[in-house]
């Protein structure tokens, strides 16, 4: 009887070891810092500049929906892509967060810039899109230059330095693995990886 509960335990965790072996650091994620997270969460690096981050967002819709239940999914607009505005840029994404408005400024300053082919030179043609999006241009210019936002500008400096990111998008799971995505070829196949990192989570 005890060699059969052996034999039944084994088979259990029979996929689970197999999927662990599926996926391989240096392969499938890269490990970018020594502790995570206690709590499952997705932090995605990216730009309004990146043509390849707007084409990321339905692929990203389709991800959250296919997450566990409880995942927190959070951004971080870097600042290395877009020359000066790069910042300006960041800044527009964090008042936007503070405001309340993100998912509204999002779809906006992605069209402006990748369908309308909109210009992006300084502060004025940023607030002309959260103007556009029901925003008053007073209101725009107070959370730009509020102390929150000044603040989550910091935090997402850091957080791009902390995690070495160079490109966009780039995906890190529960603050310790980067997704390395030219290891997967299908959205299911990033999703099965997304949830198998999900589940690393520190005890």
Do not use: W
């Not at 967002?57 to 505005?85: C, T, W, Y």
């Not at 069209?111 to 029901?134: C, L, S, W, Y």
């Not at 995690?163 to 529960?174: E, L, Q, W």
């Amino acid at each position: 009887m005890k060699k059969y509960l052996l034999i039944l335990a084994a088979l259990v965790m029979l996929p689970l070891s197999a999927q662990a072996a599926k996926y391989e650091e240096g392969t499938h994620y890269e490990i970018v810092k020594e502790v995570g997270t206690k709590q499952p969460e997705v932090l995605e690096f990216f730009s309004y500049f990146c043509p390849h981050c707007y084409k990321f967002v339905p692929f990203m819709d389709e991800i959250k929906k296919r997450a566990p239940e409880g995942v927190k999914f959070k951004q971080n607009h870097v600042e290395f892509l877009g020359s000066d505005m790069g910042p300006e840029m960041a800044r527009a994404f964090a008042a936007a967060e503070l405001l309340k408005v993100e998912p509204e400024l999002s779809a906006a300053m992605f069209a402006a810039i990748h369908d309308q082919r909109r210009p992006m030179t300084n502060r004025d043609d940023i607030k002309a899109v959260f103007e556009e999006i029901g925003v008053a241009g007073a209101k725009f210019d107070s959370a730009a230059n509020s102390f929150p936002v000044n603040g989550m500008l910091k935090q997402m400096q850091r957080n791009t330095e902390a995690f070495k990111i160079r490109g966009t998008p780039a995906v890190v799971v529960n603050g310790k693995y980067l997704i390395k995505s030219g290891s997967v070829r299908s959205i299911e196949e990033y999703s099965a990886l997304l949830n198998y990192l999900l589940a690393q989570v520190e005890k």
